[in-house]
């Protein structure tokens, strides 16, 4: 028993000073250098405002870009169909087929006149 504990601490000794560094760190660098997906940017400094627009002059509002308007008639509409439409689709669940044909078995099941008498 001490000799099968000792086999097994000693392959896992081994296996753990033959991985590399780079397995075993996040994201795999362990080069050491810059990495080739995590880099700093391109500025030096960040300027702080969405897609690097400052905010319009207090009081004014933003002008809308032309195609702003049809996009959002064109979600709302779409929202508005999905909404009336999916809420008055058929219910074609396989339940449901199956309880109106066991209702449809036990009305002709019940207009049958009974036979024990």
Known sequence: MASSFKSLSTAA???RSRLSPS????GG????????WA????????KGFAFSRPPPPIGESRKWEDWELPCYITSFLTVVMLG???SAKPDLT???WAHQKALERLELESAQPSESD
């Open 29 to 36: 660098g362990g080069g050491g250098g810059p990495s080739r």
């Open 94 to 96: 396989i339940e449901t």
């Open 39 to 46: 880099t700093a940017g391109h500025e030096e400094q960040p």
């Open 84 to 86: 009336v439409g999916l």
């Open 13 to 15: 000794s081994s296996l």
């Open 23 to 26: 397995l075993r760190t996040r």
